[in-house]
């Protein structure tokens, strides 16, 4: 059996223009959403995220903000940096690119975000908010891999699905969302007994767990839909670093129903869902409803 392979891209593609429209429909009523990404550093890797953020916020027809801030700026002088974007009503979406350098305290700084403008949705009124089914922003990489399960199956109703990984960014909100589309959930992490075991029972699997190859094709269930959240660089002798996922592909291709391929399947999806997010802030600062085709995931 051959698996399908889910086209991360295409999916992607297709959400930022559902955004791209949604932003023509806001601006004709007067207001064009805006997007402000705060980068501490030259890191480079940073660098080229915050890049890529802000030319996909132009081309979605958003107004884009950048702040780069040096490597010694204070703590203090970037809070008030976020004050400053907290009280503009031109900025719907602040992003605080991380890592921060270590003198600055992440969760410092993830909390001063305005909860309403928290396009990460990292803030723990957000978190909150997911855990209680309360409209909220939401993580984008958790967002963008619900999108991808339900691009193959709309409907999550009593399936059985283990998430990989108890991070505040991707394994726990994933868990919230598969939970609020009745899914019964596992989560499941590197202390975790018989992962193998657990894992063969999941009809939705996402693997978040920072190991290359870590999930092998034997841990699936046939038929399953896996999503592969990893992205490692892996030195290859003779060759520069290449990226594999937290599942070996090759093997997964076999067994599983549905896979998404290592690049090309969540990495996308987070731009694009980083995109869906502002409009969504944009919409429900103004008391407006978010549309139809940015909540309707299938
Ligand atoms: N650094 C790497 N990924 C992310 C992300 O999704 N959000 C923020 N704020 N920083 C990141």
């Given at each position: ?6 086209d991360g ?9 559902e955004?791209?429209e949604a932003?023509?429909d806001?601006s004709?009523h007067?207001?064009?959403p805006?997007l402000?990404v705060?980068?501490?550093g030259?890191h ?5 995220y915050?890049?890529n ?9 958003m ?11 204070t703590?203090?002088?970037l809070l008030?940096?976020?004050?400053m974007?907290n009280a503009?009503d ?5 992003l605080v690119q991380l890592p ?5 305290d992440a ?14 949705g990292?803030?723990?009124v957000?978190?909150?908010r997911?855990?209680t ?5 939401v993580?984008c990489?958790p967002?963008g891999c ?14 059985d699905?283990?998430?990989l990984?108890r991070?505040n ?5 994933m ?10 959930v596992?989560?499941?992490h590197s202390?975790?007994?018989d992962l ?9 699997l996402?693997a978040a767990i920072?190991r290359p ?5 034997d841990?699936i269930k046939?038929?399953?839909?896996v999503?592969?959240?990893g992205?490692?660089?892996v030195?290859?002798p003779?060759?520069?670093p ?11 291709v ?7 391929p290592v690049?090309g399947?969540v990495?996308?999806?987070t731009?694009?869902c980083?995109?869906?997010?502002t409009?969504?802030?944009?919409c429900l600062?103004?008391g ?7 909540t309707a995931?299938?």
């Open positions: 059996m051959s698996a399908r392979v889910i891209k295409a999916v992607a593609d297709a959400l930022r223009t955004v791209a932003v023509r806001l004709a007067g207001f064009t805006g402000a705060v980068l501490v030259d480079p890797a940073s660098r080229v915050v890049r953020k802000s030319a996909r916020t132009v081309e979605a027809g107004r884009s903000f950048d702040h780069r801030l040096p490597p010694e700026v703590e203090t002088e008030d940096v976020i004050r974007l503009d031109a900025v719907d979406g602040i921060l350098p270590s003198h600055i969760s410092t700084v993830l909390l001063a975000i305005d909860p309403a403008k928290d396009v990460d990292f803030h723990p957000n978190a909150g997911l855990a089914g309360t409209p909220g922003l993580p990489t967002l619900l999108m991808l399960v339900k691009s193959v199956t709309p409907s999550l109703d009593g399936l699905a283990v998430v990984g991070s960014i991707v394994g726990k909100p868990a919230q969302l598969l939970l609020a589309e009745s899914c019964t596992t989560v499941a202390r975790t007994r193998a075991d657990l894992c063969r029972r999941a009809d939705i996402v920072g190859e870590f999930v092998r094709g841990w046939p038929g399953a839909t999503i592969d959240v992205i490692n660089r030195a290859e003779g060759d520069g290449s990226l594999l996922g937290d599942v070996a592909f090759a093997e997964a076999e067994v599983a129903g549905a896979v998404t690049p399947g990495g996308p999806m731009i694009a980083l995109l869906r997010n409009v969504a802030a944009a600062r103004r407006l409803a978010i549309p139809n085709a940015l995931f299938g």
